[in-house]
């Protein structure tokens, strides 16, 4: 099984909800990641996860708050968000960090109102 | 971090060999070269990876120059199929590695 799997699939929130996302692989991958993508734009990175463990945060606003309940499961907790926040919330794993093979889930496209 | 730079858009058409190229003046003894395709609304897809000279897979091959400062993402005989973005991206292996997508190459494949 070679698939990252991300729910939901679209998501409205307004500017007061909570709300989050989750992704999950069963590849036994220790390193998983959550990126943000704007239409046109690549891909760029919010959140690393190694072994559990949150390894890198690029200077991501508190309103996004990540989790990882365990070695298959990320979660992407969401708060007070903007509507520039509005974008595809890519998740991804690979077997350790670093520049190996990242599988990437489908995303979630968040539209914030 | 090297940067890595890429054309922003290509055309060719079907049957055709697409070749793409993306420098990297500054990249370390430690970094590797990997490639990723995204189609529209799916999340980036990894093609094929490289160190030095040259690596084929079933979908693609790699050419590396001794210099490493540059490298090429060659596809044989594109189809439609193929029209996507490509990105190029340079790091080691290291755990404190920070993925970075450059603007990549919007490939538009015609009939």
């Known amino acids: 099984d070679t698939e990252v799997t991300q729910t939901p699939k679209h998501l409205v929130m307004g500017m007061t909800n909570k709300k989050s996302l989750k992704c999950e692989q069963h590849?036994?991958?220790?390193?998983m990641y959550w990126y943000k993508q704007k239409a046109k734009k690549p891909p760029e990175l919010m959140f690393v996860?190694?072994?559990?463990?949150?390894?890198i945060n690029e200077s991501v606003p508190s309103r996004f708050s990540p989790e990882c309940p365990n070695s298959s499961l990320l979660n992407l907790h969401l708060h007070a968000l903007q509507p520039e926040d509005s974008a595809l919330y890519l998740c991804?794993?690979?077997?350790?960090?670093?520049?190996?093979?990242?599988?990437f889930g489908p995303g979630t496209r968040l539209t914030v109102t | 971090l090297a940067k890595t730079t890429q054309p922003i858009s290509m055309d060719s058409y079907e049957g055709q060999e697409v070749n793409i190229t993306c420098s990297h003046n500054?990249?370390?003894?430690?970094?590797?070269i990997t490639w990723y395709q995204q189609f529209p609304s799916q999340g980036p897809r990894f093609i094929i990876q490289?160190?030095?000279t040259k690596v084929t897979n079933e979908v693609a091959s790699l050419f590396i120059p001794a210099d490493r400062k540059s490298s090429t993402l060659s596809l044989p005989r594109v189809s439609l199929s193929d029209t996507a973005v490509y990105y190029c991206?340079?790091?080691?292996?290291?755990?404190?590695?920070?993925?970075?997508f450059g603007r990549g190459t919007s490939l538009i494949v015609h009939p």
């Open positions: 991804a794993s690979s077997q350790v960090a670093g520049l190996v093979e990242q599988y």
């Open positions: 590849m036994g991958h220790r390193a």
């Open positions: 996860y190694s072994y559990e463990k949150l390894s």
């Open positions: 500054n990249i370390a003894t430690n970094d590797y």
């Open positions: 490289g160190y030095k």
């Open positions: 991206l340079v790091g080691d292996m290291s755990g404190s590695y920070i993925p970075t």
